[in-house]
């Protein structure tokens, strides 16, 4: 028995010999592979024993751009806008009752003067009721004034003369209402001008606002065209304009401001105002568009290419370089002339700003002069 338990412990370990031995390869074995596979430290990283590892990587790239100082140069003051032409004058001409179109005495485009019969409507009622009324008028009159001599004899009362008085009052009033629908008949050019289109024929029953044909004066064409608020304090009455068009090139109009308008759109934030051109060969027709140009003055002002800016929503920035390092920077523009325009606030005269790569750029990136451009004013000139 004892001999029998002799074996079995011998056995067991042995076994636990073996399985010592098999655990220790593995793990030696394995510590090899990893050790092959393992990539090398970063440059300069640190190993985890603490020692350094390879050199670093390369430095963040430099990027090139194109700069242009910001100077005081002379710029136009003088303000462009778009306009549209309108009549001095212009009328819907239509009728004030409903009646029939018996006479039309104008042509399409026909010039006419003020007074002059354009359409004639029936006026056989409007007649009739002139004549009742002037009947009723003439015998209240003659009432009248037979009841003065029978007031003076007192066979007459106070009150029945009083009532005669008013009854004749009456009368007048219905010969005059009546003697106005006869002229209402008679549709007149309330201005001098030019008619349009005629719209009714004859025996066209018409109705209270219904279009017979329309009336411009336009020997004077009112421009009125929308300006930035921003320049309202140099608009004033009396300022020399100059209008052209696209249908005449070559030819100017000139005209002066009348009015400006008391409000400002709070929408567009710009200020109506409209001058007086005068129009003595009807080039201008009411709705054209019109360039508008008020006269223009030279001032000094800080000046950047048009191309340096970089628009953030209602937001103007540039980017201003400065000892190889760009900065964003925040501007307030002002008047803008092709290729240029004017910084109110945000810069100095002197400072760098990029033209040219502004779409790479972030705040603090590293940059360096590709080249250097010139002046706005240089470069207009050229």
Known sequence: MADSRSIVAGVSVAVALLCAASAIYSSKHSASRGAQNAPPFAAGARAPGGGQGAPAGPAQAVISVVTVPARHESINVGIEAIGTANSNEAVDVSSKTSNIVTAIHFRDGQQVKAGDILVELDRAQASAELAASTADYGDSVSQFNRS???????????AQYEQLEATMK?????????????????????FSGRVGLRRVSLGTLISPGTVITTLDDTSAIK???????????ELREGQTVKATTTAYTGRSFDGRVVSVDSRIDPTTRSVTVR?????RDAALKPGMFLTVQLAKEQRKALVIPEEALV????????YVMKSGVVAKREVRIGRREPGRVEV??????????????TLKLREGAAVQELKVASSPAVRAAS
């Open 344 to 357: 109110a606030e945000g810069l100095v005269e002197g400072d760098r700003v990029v033209t040219e790569g």
């Open 275 to 279: 001058a007086v051109v005068p129009n």
């Open 223 to 233: 421009v009125d065209f929308a300006v930035p608020d921003v320049y309202v304090g």
């Open 170 to 190: 009456a009368n007048e009033a219905r010969v005059a209402a009546a003697r106005a629908k006869v002229t209402d008949t008679y549709i007149r050019a309330p």
């Open 311 to 318: 628009p953030e929503q209602a937001r103007q920035f540039v």
């Open 148 to 158: 003065r001599e029978l007031l003076a004899m007192e066979s007459l009362s106070k």
